[in-house]
């Protein structure tokens, strides 16, 4: 067996266990977490320190070193979320459906952990917390591969977190860490069929693209999100200034910010130059097609068509006007990614039949893409916002974490 | 574009068409489904006939040729099959939660299609439509391809689903059959990521796991049933006798047939006997331990390693004898297939226990496993039984056809 072979097989085993647990022993456990983080900070922030130093040593960038970055501050942030997750209702041994069949025979479908847990992600320590605390809640078992920058910090607070589990009566495997970042086994990780019930990268498009063309593991894409602002001809223009304002600037970085305006031809000469002044605060590149071009004048750059389809993840936006609600909508369908879609109108019919035509997770009336997320949905966490449509789609909680079974009371019944 | 893209850009753009498509329109391609379905019985039956011939000239054994051969009154259940679809409600549009956010959002997460549906199967031509009624119901294109004994079959039967879904005014490409059966489009199918959604195997244990184990579209396994029968101490024992009967004898060929049956060393001595008593009725071989041959005699087989992990699909029953509840779990969670298990016990707290503690599809209490069935549940329709955690578990209706989306009602927000 290789060491994440074994690591799988413990993994399995723990989760066997960690299915049983009633919500009293895991929230015991998440209490030990929270304070534990905070009782051994100084052992994270040592560790964190060595993985700074030799980050910048190798020429990391100043804003994934932020990314990087543990300090007291972080830590009782991070802690505090634990203790978040901790609050949130058990949604293990919840019944989603009874059934009582004419013979008898009463149905139950309850709610189950998924088992084990394969997350893979990049140089982000909070990632490990925040991870291994909903996988818990949500009665699963977790191995979590981060990236090799971050490696200190993670060995470091792994240990935090399986004394923690110790000492709440759970078994330390209830959560592990992956100590060899090579590629070798994230390979290996995603071929891990025997034990992982499903993979979740957590990352760049890169990565989730890598993992999704090689899992054989079911995976859950996340986060992949060319996000489309739809400026109809009915709509307060002012309105949809400023929301565009607010899905490009907000958080250019992250999955839900607008990567593309498409503005229909009727209101476009007035609406681009009233949008431009408010992109003009943070100084966004704007990529227009060849009308919008003539609006705003050469001060704006030629998209070409790999601009439709990139996550600029930037200050900089894609530009298009279009004839209308048609040809937003099949342009959507051809480029968007599945993500947060939406509409500016004040037109009732126009906004009912948006809704029902684009297919993405997300699609909003005259509001800011920023908002699909796990917090803003309400659902009090999140561990990624699923771009696909098996299993769970859009911004996932403790609820998508979980699988269900039936249980079937009978009475000596027998089939025919 | 190879012929299998260009039929997956069309399943595409014909499953935009019908995720907007209303129950209405649907039904009325239903109905137009089964009365064309008796009304071209004919042209089926004739393409039927030649399969089999052919078949019977390569030598097809007497039980495939009976799953390959339709006559009038298999034509009927089919077509009645058709109609008790259309029966069913429309899972589509329905919503499943909403949410009033703080900010005046108003959230709501709707049923939608799931887009594209690949099914790989085999030689039984009822499947095909079967499986076309339950994806169009719930909105979703499908691309068949059945095995190439049925090829003739399927390709007439394919010509009247196609020429029924343009009567009721929907695109002829929501349904699609593969037309060359060779192992290289089930290949390429298994790699069609850019227009199936998902793919589901149906057929037997071999074609499960090549299609999961290659595919990097999303599987949905399903059908995999090695399948126990535990008799607990406190059985009531003729009780058990009459369950593992039914649960063996009454369909062996199907997943929720019993391959084992373990039994409380107290009660070994009484209840092997009794229950060979009724199994002799069907004369089936049983692969005990040496536990169980002490009991019954040199008439039993020795069990090998293997037997534990084989779904005989046929007259064989492995046979156990355990200490109790712990190791009757234990030997459950290594060679069960997560589909679907039973304990038969008067004793509460154990049955309890039990329910809790196997991780499967199905749990049952005193009936026997072959109730795991989409009709049986009441679901009204069945697709497959899945034996996997993510999406879906257990008998698979119209529901788990269906993905959601997030719907957002705004007026005006944007994010902090």
């Known amino acids: 067996m290789t060491i994440l072979e074994t690591q799988g097989l413990a993994a399995k085993n723990a989760a066997r266990r960690l299915a049983v647990a009633g919500e009293e022993q895991k929230n015991a456990a998440l209490a030990a977490i929270a304070e534990a983080l905070i009782a051994r900070k100084d052992e994270w922030l040592a560790a964190n320190a060595a993985d700074l130093a030799a980050a910048r040593a190798n020429g990391m960038k100043e804003s994934l070193l932020d990314r990087l970055a543990l300090d ?3 830590i009782a942030g991070i802690a505090e979320g634990v203790r978040q997750v901790r609050a949130l209702p058990d949604p293990i041994g919840q019944v989603v459906k009874t059934t009582l069949r004419p013979n008898g025979l009463k149905l139950e ?45 993670n060995k470091a607070v792994m240990s935090i ?12 495997d209830c959560v592990a860490l992956v100590e060899d970042t090579s590629r070798e086994t994230a390979n290996e990780m995603m071929d891990l069929t025997q034990y992982l019930d499903v993979l979740i990268p957590r990352g760049g498009a890169g990565l989730i693209r890598t993992v999704a063309a090689k899992a054989h593991v079911p995976v859950i894409r996340t986060g992949e999100g060319v996000c489309h602002i739809y400026v109809h001809a009915d709509a307060d223009l002012d309105m949809a200034a400023r929301i565009l304002y607010n899905a490009k600037c907000s958080r250019p970085s992250v999955c839900n910010a607008a990567e593309c305006v498409l503005v229909d031809r009727a209101v476009a000469e007035d609406f681009l130059p009233m949008a431009w002044e408010y992109l003009k605060k943070k100084s966004v590149t704007l990529h227009g097609d060849p009308e919008s071009r003539d609006i705003l004048g050469p001060g704006v750059l030629p998209a070409t068509e790999e601009d439709w389809d990139t996550e600029y993840g930037d200050f900089q936006l894609a530009v298009k006007v279009v004839s209308g609600p048609e040809e937003a909508t099949d342009f959507i369908a051809q480029h968007g990614t599945g993500h947060s879609e939406a509409i500016i109108t004040e037109n009732y019919t126009v906004a009912q039949w948006f809704l029902d035509q684009v297919d993405a997770a997300a699609v909003y009336v005259n509001a800011s893409t920023r908002f699909t997320d ?40 027998v089939r025919e």
């Open 72 to 74: 007291e501050a972080r």
């Open 109 to 153: 479908q309850r709610r189950t952990p998924l088992g084990v847990i394969g997350i893979i992600y990049e140089a982000r320590p909070n990632v490990t917390v925040d991870a291994a605390a909903l996988c818990l809640k949500a009665g699963n078992a977790c191995i979590l591969r981060g990236g090799k920058e971050a490696f200190r910090s």
């Open 161 to 172: 977190l399986r004394d923690a589990l110790e000492q709440a009566g759970l078994p330390r």
């Open 374 to 413: 796990g917090f803003e949905f309400g659902l009090g966490a999140e561990i990624g916002i699923s771009t696909q449509k098996l299993h769970a789609r859009g911004p996932m909680g403790l609820e998508e974490l979980t699988s269900t079974k039936y249980v079937v009371y009978g009475s000596g019944q």
